[in-house]
């Protein structure tokens, strides 16, 4: 086998493991710019599938799951990286120096509407380990194919991110083979099918502590709301449960 060919392979074979398409992935690279040096915080990381293929490419990858089975599998496949058991509220693992970037694709508190107090509460505490600079991202499956109980529509994301600080750009990648699209702006009518990729970037310039108390404090007054049809589903048959019993 000629030299050359074997890293190729091998990248091929670790993006495979992931069960993300090959472009979603170097898509979420290139909104985030993600590269060689960079420290990630891979949250939802399963068995270690991504981490693996992120370390590959030079970044250190830290991860957290909510199951156990899943961390002692991550770190059983990807002894270069850190591995955590737990969710979002407890402590956050990793490096005492800020993440470059924050990736969330599993996380039990983004199940349910994603503009609800504590939803964006989570997402704030999330940020607040971003460097100045850096991005939290969301990977998820959006529309056909994707879990019922825990996918969203891209608008879900827009306003998610919206309401919390720095600038964010949406990415869409349809499930079939059509060029991937970048939207500033999106409707709740919109209902694709395929991956979306939501990327909220801290302004360079460190924010002071009462801009982010203020951020908290507006998290925490946010209206509960449903963000899309399957909330509003789900919202109406625990009502209807609940007047039955």
Not at 48 to 70: H, K, R, V
Not at 82 to 89: L, P, W
Not at 90 to 110: C, H, N, T
Request: hydrophobic letters at 40%.
């Amino acid at each position: 086998m000629d030299s050359w060919r074997q890293p190729l392979e091998n990248s091929s074979d670790l993006i495979a493991r992931t069960g993300i398409p090959r472009r979603v992935l170097l898509r979420l690279l290139s909104a985030t710019d993600a590269g060689v040096g960079f420290r990630v915080l891979d949250v939802g990381c399963g068995c270690g599938e991504l981490a693996a293929y992120l370390n590959s490419l030079g970044i250190s990858c830290t991860g957290i799951d909510e199951s156990p089975l899943n961390v002692v599998e991550a770190r059983r496949a990807v002894p270069a990286c850190e591995f955590t058991c737990g969710g979002i509220s407890g402590s956050i693992p990793g490096p005492q120096a800020r993440f470059d970037l924050v990736l969330v694709r599993e996380a039990s508190v983004f199940r349910t509407s994603l503009l609800s107090p504590s939803t964006l509460a989570a997402s704030l505490q999330l940020l607040s380990r971003v460097r100045p600079g850096g991005c939290l991202a969301f990977l998820a499956r959006i529309g056909a194919g994707a879990s019922t109980a825990g996918s969203h529509r891209l608008s879900c994301y827009a306003r998610h991110v919206g309401s919390l600080p720095g600038n964010y750009d949406l990415h869409e990648l349809p499930g079939g083979p059509i060029l991937a699209r970048s939207f500033r702006s999106l409707t709740a009518r919109e209902n694709g099918s395929g991956y979306a990729i939501a990327v909220l970037r801290l302004p360079p310039k460190p924010m002071s502590q009462d801009e982010w108390t203020g951020a908290f404090d507006g998290a925490r007054q946010a209206a509960q709301a449903p963000c899309c049809q399957w909330a509003v589903q789900g919202a109406e048959l625990t009502h209807l449960r609940s007047k039955a019993a």
